[in-house]
Structures are given as structure tokens and as C-alpha cells.
């Protein structure tokens, strides 16, 4: 076996954790902060969704994956070579080809799901209608459709997971300002800034993002049912200053914060 499905799950949620020490931790490298408010309820929001698609929508694909390898040969270091160019400069354009036609009438009836989400971050990459996740895992599979080395398609599997999940959705103000702007306006920036030039749907006036800061305010605890449970907003908002900036994020740790 070649364990796909491990590689898929454990490079998702492991990029997953990366982004909300992103949404925590980072907040002034995000396009639009998120205070533990934001955190807690979008995170629950997408979870039934995203969960299940990566957990259980996803293994009929990777069992296809594991089938295509049945009486492999492995192949020479030229050949490898060759294979890996190829998933690189075919993958970049599949993803191209299969998110322009997401954006098709009839496709974007599915598609509509993941643009309801408007604050984007890292764990909601999939939170898309099961027939939209299903082009995603045509994508992610199809080094091994093409019976390419299983290498190569594990090396795809967990590069896409990057691409997607930290560049495209942590809405980091550096790299994830191209997929936010198509986020915001759908009709352009479908992948890579060199395929979108080429196919004339690159957009580059960013002057519609504007970065916003939502960090926790006073306001924030003042507004605060009697059912809500966050008992060290109090603490958060005290020592929200330079020289207390280690227990503000340490703050953010508490128990009451999550559950």
C-alpha cells in the first residue's frame, strides 16, 4: 500500500494547524484578523463539512489511487524526472481549467457553497457541496491516474494541501492577496498570476482588499451574553499591550476560548 489516504488527512489537518496558529497567533500578517470570537464560530461553522468531506467523501478517490498501483514497476531516475515535471506544469493547469469551469453556470450552482464562506482561513479549504469536492479529489489524484511513480503522487498530494490550504485560503496579506481578490469578485485570478496573465482573467487591483483588524476590543466583552462561555476575555483585553504581549497570546490558550 502507499497509504494516500494518510498522506491526504494528516497533510490536511496538519495544515490546518498551521493556519489557526495563523488566525491566533499571527493576526497582523492576515488580510482580515480574526479574534477568538471569529475563530470559534467560523471554525465550528465549516467543521461538519470539511470533516466529512476529507474523511469520508475523500476514500473512494484514494482507493482508486491505491488500485491504479496494483503490478507497478518502478521506473528509472529519468523517467521520475520527467514525471515530476510533467504533474507540475499539467497540475497547475488542471487546477486552472477545473476552477474556471466551477465558475460555469451550471457548476456553480455547487461551487456557491465555498464563496458563502467570506472570511477565508486555512481549515475551511473544503468547505464545499460534495460534488464540488469531488473535482477537488479528481485533481489531487491524478498523478496516479496517469500511474505516474506513487512518489511523485505523494509529493502532489501534499504540495496541493500546501498550495491551497496555506497560500490560497490563510489570507495572509503577502501571498494570499491574489486568491482573495477572486474570493471577493469570482470572475477573475482562477490559479497561478502567470496562467491567469496568459488567459487574460488576471486582476491585480488589490486596492479592493483592504486589511482589517478585528483583534478583541472592550466592546467585545461588554457585548457578551450571560451564556457565553469566555472567561478570560477580561485578561485578553487588560494586557493587550507591547510589554504583555506573551500572556495576550498565551491568553488566547484558554480552555474557555474553544470549548
Given at each position: 500500500?502507499?497509504?494516500?489516504?494518510?498522506?491526504?488527512?494528516?497533510?490536511?489537518?496538519?495544515?490546518?494547524?498551521?493556519?489557526?496558529i495563523i488566525d491566533i497567533f499571527t493576526i497582523d500578517n492576515?488580510?482580515?484578523?480574526?479574534?477568538?470570537?471569529?475563530?470559534?464560530?467560523?471554525?465550528?461553522?465549516?467543521?461538519?463539512?470539511?470533516?466529512?468531506?476529507?474523511?469520508?467523501?475523500?476514500?473512494?478517490?484514494?482507493?482508486l489511487a491505491e488500485l491504479m498501483y496494483i503490478n507497478y514497476?518502478?521506473?528509472?531516475?529519468?523517467?521520475?524526472?520527467?514525471?515530476?515535471?510533467?504533474?507540475?506544469?499539467?497540475?497547475?493547469?488542471?487546477?486552472?481549467?477545473?476552477?474556471?469551469?466551477?465558475?460555469?453556470?451550471?457548476?456553480?450552482?455547487?461551487?456557491?457553497?465555498?464563496?458563502?464562506?467570506?472570511?477565508?482561513?486555512?481549515?475551511?479549504?473544503?468547505?464545499?457541496?460534495?460534488?464540488?469536492?469531488?473535482?477537488?479529489?479528481?485533481?489531487?489524484?491524478?498523478?496516479?491516474?496517469?500511474?505516474?511513480?506513487?512518489?511523485?503522487?505523494?509529493?502532489?498530494?501534499?504540495?496541493?494541501?500546501?498550495?491551497?490550504?496555506?497560500?490560497?485560503?490563510?489570507?495572509?496579506?503577502?501571498?494570499?492577496?491574489?486568491?482573495n481578490l477572486h474570493h471577493e469578485v469570482k470572475k477573475y485570478?482562477?490559479?497561478?498570476?502567470?496562467?491567469?496573465?496568459?488567459?487574460?482573467?488576471?486582476?491585480?487591483?488589490?486596492?479592493?482588499?483592504?486589511?482589517?483588524?478585528?483583534?478583541?476590543?472592550?466592546?467585545?466583552?461588554?457585548?457578551?451574553?450571560?451564556?457565553?462561555?469566555?472567561?478570560?476575555?477580561?485578561?485578553?483585553?487588560?494586557?493587550?499591550?507591547?510589554?504583555?504581549?506573551?500572556?495576550?497570546?498565551?491568553?488566547?490558550?484558554?480552555?474557555?476560548?474553544?470549548?
Amino acid at each position: 500500500m502507499n497509504y494516500f489516504y494518510l498522506y491526504f488527512i494528516i497533510g490536511y489537518y496538519t495544515y490546518s494547524v498551521l493556519g489557526l496558529i495563523i488566525d491566533i497567533f499571527t493576526i497582523d500578517n492576515r488580510i482580515n484578523s480574526m479574534n477568538i470570537f471569529s475563530v470559534k464560530k467560523n471554525y465550528i461553522k465549516v467543521s461538519h463539512l470539511v470533516n466529512t468531506n476529507v474523511l469520508l467523501r475523500s476514500i473512494p478517490f484514494l482507493f482508486l489511487a491505491e488500485l491504479m498501483y496494483i503490478n507497478y514497476e518502478d521506473v528509472s531516475y529519468i523517467t521520475f524526472l520527467c514525471q515530476y515535471i510533467v504533474t507540475l506544469i499539467l497540475g497547475s493547469n488542471l487546477e486552472y481549467l477545473l476552477h474556471r469551469l466551477r465558475h460555469t453556470n451550471y457548476l456553480y450552482n455547487y461551487h456557491s457553497k465555498h464563496h458563502t464562506q467570506k472570511l477565508l482561513f486555512g481549515y475551511m479549504t473544503f468547505y464545499e457541496h460534495p460534488y464540488d469536492f469531488y473535482l477537488s479529489m479528481i485533481l489531487i489524484i491524478f498523478p496516479a491516474l496517469l500511474r505516474f511513480s506513487p512518489s511523485i503522487t505523494h509529493s502532489w498530494i501534499l504540495l496541493y494541501l500546501y498550495k491551497t490550504v496555506i497560500i490560497d485560503h490563510c489570507n495572509l496579506f503577502f501571498y494570499g492577496k491574489h486568491y482573495n481578490l477572486h474570493h471577493e469578485v469570482k470572475k477573475y485570478n482562477f490559479g497561478y498570476k502567470y496562467i491567469d496573465n496568459f488567459c487574460s482573467t488576471f486582476n491585480n487591483n488589490y486596492s479592493i482588499i483592504k486589511k482589517k483588524n478585528d483583534d478583541i476590543k472592550e466592546s467585545d466583552i461588554k457585548n457578551l451574553s450571560p451564556f457565553d462561555n469566555y472567561k478570560c476575555y477580561s485578561y485578553l483585553c487588560k494586557t493587550h499591550d507591547k510589554e504583555s504581549k506573551i500572556k495576550y497570546n498565551l491568553g488566547k490558550l484558554h480552555y474557555s476560548n474553544f470549548f
